[in-house]
């Protein structure tokens, strides 16, 4: 993959007379909008389904890609035809990405710009797309429509017809998008078998912690029968629990939004619930005076645990100095171990395990609540080594899974360096700052 340094130039630049670009190809004319594409307004017609732009830039039926998380109207005011091959804007998506070439015919809200090139063989959608899009990721369409309209980010026809555009020849728009085209293939391609690695050694932390808290360390060791059918067998010289005899276990209390202020005590959301500490990321406060006549009990101390009951796994935090005094939201669970033949950090692997969650969900059958809390725990199990054992399974967990998660930030590095190439392969080559020939098309 060559670096964006590598990639030829053209021979002369001019200035492009835009805040967004500062110069073009000399080559390339500049045009506005207005006098490259029209706005298409066609009819519906009866065979027509909905055609949904989606923020990634792909433009599609929308029973190709899912048909979940939608409004649907009720009467279908104002809708149009949209025809494959057209260049489509989603006015209030736009700053975010919604933006590209559909590749079906069908039917929209009034709310998508339609484009078709005003003449045959002069401007290539393909290409404006890409162009379009990334002038939208750069935050130019956002502060383009913030400046036209207040507290706005629609970005409409008339706001792109009224942009000067540049014009490179149309075979040049061709190759231009072609290469993209299979450039970002190739990239996104890389992307997802990251992914899959970063799943895969996900997988494989949670096979250690499960086999560490259901078997131990030592394979050999004699096994006994639980008495529960889907534990099965465990260490001989384990015990078996129930969870609120070796933990205190506290939902965080109902507290209205009326209840919330500018300052005071820090009420813990769930976005602070996501990493080894609790963090007061997203808090909300409340008056002093309110905590200590209502809710003084709930206060969090150092060391504490929290989980949410709404998480589906290894999520559990350690409450640190900075959280200390601070209030639960309902939803997140404080857990305390009680006795002292439980270690700590034995009952925070515990509780971000695939034998935690089994529980949970077996508890949750033929239902659909979402949500778990303390009468759920209440009914669980935990496997009790002794605690010396605790220590060496923590020991042992600990550097398994520090060993796994550099791994992790390895493939998470390069997604992010991969994206970050994506973005500038494709904001060089639309505004001409490295030269696309054909041959880098076929090669």
Same mark, same amino acid.
């Given at each position: 993959?060559?670096?964006?340094?590598?990639?030829?130039?053209?021979?002369?630049?001019?200035?492009?007379?835009?805040?967004?670009?500062?110069?073009?190809?000399?080559?390339?004319?500049?045009?506005?909008?207005?006098?490259?594409?029209?706005?298409?307004?066609?009819?519906?017609?009866?065979?027509?389904?909905?055609?949904?732009?989606?923020?990634?830039?792909?433009?599609?039926?929308?029973?190709?890609?899912?048909?979940?998380?939608?409004?649907?109207?009720?009467?279908?005011?104002?809708?149009?035809?949209?025809?494959?091959?057209?260049?489509?804007?989603?006015?209030?998506?736009?700053?975010?990405?919604?933006?590209?070439?559909?590749?079906?015919?069908?039917?929209?809200?009034?709310?998508?710009?339609?484009?078709?090139?005003?003449?045959?063989?002069?401007?290539? @959608?393909?290409?404006? #797309?890409?162009?379009? !899009? &990334?002038?939208?990721?750069?935050?130019?369409?956002? /502060?383009?429509? +913030? $400046?036209?309209?207040?507290?706005?980010?629609?970005?409409?026809?008339?706001?792109?017809?009224?942009?000067?555009?540049?014009?490179?020849?149309?075979?040049?728009?061709?190759?231009?998008?072609?290469?993209?085209?299979?450039?970002?293939?190739?990239?996104?391609?890389?992307?997802?078998?990251?992914?899959?690695?970063?799943?895969?050694?996900?997988?494989?932390?949670?096979?250690?912690?499960?086999?560490?808290?259901?078997?131990?360390?030592?394979?050999?060791?004699?096994?006994?029968?639980?008495?529960?059918?889907?534990?099965?067998?465990?260490?001989?010289?384990?015990?078996?629990?129930?969870?609120?005899?070796?933990?205190?276990?506290?939902?965080? @209390?109902?507290?209205? #939004?009326?209840?919330? !202020? &500018?300052?005071?005590?820090?009420?813990?959301?769930? /976005?602070?619930? +996501? $990493?080894?500490?609790?963090?007061?990321?997203?808090?909300?406060?409340?008056?002093?005076?309110?905590?200590?006549?209502?809710?003084?009990?709930?206060?969090?101390?150092?060391?504490?645990?929290?989980?949410?009951?709404?998480?589906?796994?290894?999520?559990?935090?350690?409450?640190?100095?900075?959280?200390?005094?601070?209030?639960?939201?309902?939803?997140?669970?404080?857990?305390?171990?009680?006795?002292?033949?439980?270690?700590?950090?034995?009952?925070?692997?515990?509780?971000?395990?695939?034998?935690?969650?089994?529980?949970?969900?077996?508890?949750?059958?033929?239902?659909?609540?979402?949500?778990?809390?303390?009468?759920?725990?209440?009914?669980?199990?935990?496997?009790?080594?002794?605690?010396?054992?605790?220590?060496?399974?923590?020991?042992?967990?600990?550097?398994?899974?520090?060993?796994?998660?550099?791994?992790?930030?390895?493939?998470?590095?390069?997604?992010?360096?991969?994206?970050?190439?994506?973005?500038?392969?494709?904001?060089?080559?639309?505004?001409?700052?490295?030269?696309?020939?054909?041959?880098?098309?076929?090669?």
């Amino acid at each position: 993959m060559l670096s964006i340094a590598e990639y030829p130039k053209y021979e002369a630049y001019k200035d492009s007379k835009m805040t967004w670009v500062s110069e073009f190809p000399e080559s390339w004319r500049i045009e506005k909008g207005k006098w490259l594409f029209n706005r298409a307004e066609r009819p519906v017609r009866s065979e027509d389904e909905i055609v949904t732009c989606f923020r990634d830039g792909v433009v599609t039926l929308r029973k190709n890609r899912r048909t979940e998380g939608f409004t649907n109207a009720m009467k279908e005011h104002g809708y149009q035809g949209i025809r494959k091959g057209d260049l489509v804007i989603h006015a209030m998506d736009a700053f975010a990405g919604a933006i590209g070439v559909s590749d079906s015919d069908g039917k929209s809200t009034p709310v998508y710009a339609a484009c078709v090139p005003r003449n045959k063989g002069e401007v290539l @959608p393909e290409f404006y #797309a890409y162009f379009l !899009r &990334d002038m939208a990721l750069s935050g130019f369409v956002a /502060s383009l429509a +913030k $400046g036209i309209r207040e507290r706005s980010t629609d970005f409409r026809f008339n706001d792109f017809a009224n942009l000067d555009l540049p014009v490179p020849l149309f075979e040049e728009q061709r190759v231009i998008a072609k290469f993209l085209d299979k450039k970002t293939t190739q990239i996104d391609e890389a992307i997802a078998i990251k992914e899959q690695q970063i799943a895969l050694l996900k997988e494989r932390k949670q096979i250690i912690i499960q086999k560490a808290v259901t078997q131990g360390l030592d394979p050999t060791v004699p096994m006994k029968d639980s008495g529960v059918d889907w534990i099965g067998e465990i260490p001989a010289h384990w015990g078996m629990s129930p969870l609120t005899k070796e933990v205190f276990i506290q939902e965080g @209390p109902g507290i209205m #939004a009326v209840d919330f !202020r &500018d300052e005071g005590v820090p009420l813990i959301r769930i /976005s602070g619930v +996501k $990493g080894e500490m609790v963090a007061l990321d997203g808090c909300n406060y409340l008056s002093p005076s309110k905590v200590r006549s209502k809710w003084a009990h709930f206060k969090l101390n150092e060391g504490d645990l929290v989980i949410s009951g709404s998480a589906s796994t290894e999520l559990v935090s350690e409450v640190g100095s900075d959280a200390q005094g601070a209030i639960l939201y309902t939803g997140l669970i404080r857990i305390i171990p009680q006795r002292k033949n439980l270690l700590k950090e034995y009952l925070m692997i515990f509780l971000g395990s695939p034998f935690f969650f089994t529980q949970i969900d077996l508890q949750k059958t033929g239902s659909t609540i979402s949500h778990y809390g303390p009468s759920h725990l209440s009914r669980m199990f935990i496997l009790m080594p002794d605690f010396e054992e605790q220590v060496k399974i923590v020991d042992s967990v600990k550097d398994q899974k520090a060993e796994i998660d550099k791994a992790i930030s390895v493939q998470q590095h390069q997604i992010e360096k991969l994206k970050e190439y994506k973005t500038t392969l494709i904001n060089s080559a639309v505004t001409g700052k490295i030269r696309i020939t054909p041959d880098m098309v076929e090669a």
